[in-house]
Structures are given as structure tokens and as C-alpha cells.
């Protein structure tokens, strides 16, 4: 029973941490216009093309993505990452469409 | 008599040693008629050279972890990953001559037959898929510290990888969520670059594109000596608006429990994801764990322990990173200062030209 309170306990430093940064990225992201532009103009760019929204839903989520792809090796790369991110069949024919047209 | 023991022990172990480079090799000779356009076998993976100082005993590792794929016709992929390592350090902990000793692992050797949209069956040897952190982060091209979580070890017995069978894919996949799913099982090896324990667990995720929100459970039965069952939860959001990512898992074993949380802010606001200061990205990550009967063996601290890891990372172009952390340790046991410094080469290539 001590245990689990001593738990509890601990809990609210990360919790506080975690809504600091956020807020933090959250303000910073209001304060230049120039980047929330680009943002938002990269993700209306999202929206209608679906290669892209695929990729940026999925691609750079547990790493940055490879700077350069040879389209030789795109289909390997994506099976692969069909296989390790789990995606699904849909993304990845749409990625392999946008990656490699 | 001896020398031939001898004899036969260093064949069997070479035996063994070259065993997974060949079975690659064979599967990389069959994938060559097989290979279209796009689908040329790569080599990738990274080298890195990792630093650190605990308590005072500094050591350094040089690492490489090459990794292999190769597409075998339309339904089935090969993988691997292996990984290359020295460790050195003073031979009296703090000082003295220098003394280093080489470890290789295969991390991962497996064959996935990719057999319809909605399942993935993978035979070999895989990486355990409790969490995210085995599967997702230890390549050591990605993770942000160079240190695992200590809550690492649970779930993830022995080695972290395991030699069974595995099923994965998407179960439902629509523009709002995905739910993903994983259900595996391991059987008990001790064979030296095979070492797995007999065990048997499942995974589920639930990922919201638009929000870049992923939630998930983990379970495992360790099936093994003393059976007993680990379970974890994760949580992840890397939203479009920023360049903020936010990782977390909360696992729960036989004599432990524990979590990490990590944040990493790259500042690519500021002129650009290549720009001098875009470059950088501090991260930070709050640990606890809690022990609550002892577990020797279980790889995980011995006493209540709370740490706090604070670093700063440099993207350089090419491929190449650098990352440094400070880390302060609170446990019964004793408190700790951690440095770590790490330099990373990521590469990835086609293994041959094949057709434009």
C-alpha cells in the first residue's frame, strides 16, 4: 500500500515536466508566424495528397528520415517498414507513390 | 586429446559465429533474380563510437550494427541486424592500463512472409515486442540517450530478442486510427549469438494520424524457471505544429515497476531544420523505478531509484550525430553522476546498382 502511494507521489513532477515543455512548444509555435506558416502550409499540402500524409503520419516517428533514398531501394525500404512500424498496405503503396513516382 | 577438443570447440564456434552471416548470404543470393526496380537488397545500419562516465569509471564502446534486407519475390522479406561492439576501460576501474574485450550479438535474423493486409507471419530470431523501446529505439542510430530506460529488462528477458514465431500487421486501418497488433512466441535457447528464453506475449497499439497520438499495451509471460507475467502501457505524441516528441512507457513485472517519460525539442523553428541552431535538439527524460521484492538477476536497480537524464543532441548533415547527456541517479543504493558522449554514422545503400 506504501509502495503504491509512494508511486502517486512521484507522479506529478514528470506530469508537471511533461505540460511545461508543451506549453513552452506550444508558445513558441504562436510566437513566429513564419514557422506556424510553413506548418500549416505544409500540412494543407498534407491533406490533399495522400503520399505525403502517409508519410509524414508514419515516416520520422521513431527516427529522422535518410536524407537521400535511391529510388532503386525505396520498395525494399517500405517493405521493411511495413514489416518493423507496422504500416499499413494503403501507406505503404501511397509513400512508394509520393517516395518514388 | 586436448588439442583436439580444442579443434573442435574453436570450429563450433566459428561454426556458430559465421552461421548468420551465411544464412544472410543465402538469402541475399536468392533475392538477386527476385529483386524489380525498386526493390534492390540494402545494406544499412550505423557506426558509432559511445563514451561514458559513471560514478567516476569512464569506458568507451566502439560499435558497428550493420543491418541487411532483402526482398525475396513479392510476399517475402529477409532481415537482419547485427551488432559489433568493444568495450574498454581501465583495468583498476579508474585507472591503470586500458583492457577491452569484444562482443557480437545478432539481434535479429528473421524471415517474414508478408501473407495478406492484414497479417504478417515472421519466423527467426526477432526483437521482443514488449513496448516500444526494444523494437523502436535500440538501433543505435535513434535513440536520443545512449542509455536504455532502466526499466528496459522487464518483458524484454533474456537477451531482448527471441527465437519463435511471430504475427503482426494492421487490423484496422482508417483515416482516424489505426490499431495495430502483435502476438508472439519464443522458445528457450542457449546457444551463444541465439540466446532467447522460453516466453510468450502480445502487443496492441491504437495510433491517431491526424494527432500523431499512438497508445498501447504490452503483456508477456516469461514461461521459463519461474513463470511470471510483465505488463505495460505506452504512450507517444509527436504533434504536426512543432517539432516536439513525446515518448513514454510504464511497465510492471514480478519484482519491479517502473517508467520513463522523454521529451526531445529539435529547434528547427529557428530558421530551418538545417540552419546552425536548427541543428540542435535537447531532450529530457525522468525515470523512476520501484522495487518491490528483490529480484537478483532481473536487471533492474536494487533499491527505489529516481533519475533525471538531460541532453542535447547535434544533428550534423550526412547522417552523422552527435549526443551528449548529464545524468544524476537517486537511489538508496547511491547517488550517481552519468556522462555520455556519443558520435553516430548512419548509412544506407543499395547492395548492388541493379535495373534504373
New interface residues.
Partial sequence: MN?HR??WK?LP??LL??LL??W???A??VK?PQ??TK?TA??AT?VTNPGE??F???CG????P??Q?????????L??M??????????EHDI?KYL?P | MRSIISAQLKQTWFSRFTLGFRVTGCLLLLSAPLS???????VSGALGFFDSTNTGVNFFQPVAAPVV???LGRHF?A?SRFDLRGFYEPKNGTSGPIQGSFFRSTQYLQL?Y?AS?KI?L?AGRFLTPFGTYN???T?I??PKFQDAPLIFPIGTRTTGSSNGVMA???LL?RPLF?I?Y?GYFSASSSVPQFQAGRAAGDRI?VYF??K?VEIGTSYGRFLQGTHNNSTGVHF?W?????P?E?RSEYAHGQHA?G?W?E?A?RLS?WKGPDSLFGRLEPV?R?Q?T?R?SPGPGDGLPAA?T?QADFGLDY?F???VRLNTSYSRKFSSTGNANIWDVSLTY?F???MW????
Avoid: K
Fill in positions: 509502495h509512494s508511486t512521484h513532477l514528470p515536466i511533461f515543455g508543451s513552452l512548444a506550444w513558441q509555435s513566429t514557422a506556424g506548418a505544409q500540412h498534407v500524409r502517409a509524414q503520419a508514419n516517428r521513431c527516427h529522422n535518410p536524407e533514398l535511391s529510388p532503386r531501394i525505396t520498395g525494399t525500404v517493405r521493411h511495413r514489416v518493423r512500424a507496422l504500416l499499413s498496405p494503403q501507406d512508394l518514388a | 524489380s526496380a525498386q526493390n534492390v537488397p540494402i534486407v532483402a526482398p522479406l532481415e517474414d508478408l493486409e504478417t515472421v523494437e523502436r529505439l538501433a542510430w535513434i503482426r500487421g494492421v486501418a489505426h495495430d502483435i497499439d494520424p491526424g500523431r507517444w509527436q504533434p504536426y505544429r512543432f516536439l513525446v515497476e517508467y517519460i521529451t525539442y523553428q529530457f525522468m523512476q520501484f518491490n527505489n529516481q544533428h548533415p550526412h547522417e548512419r544506407l545503400f543499395p546498382r541493379g535495373h534504373q
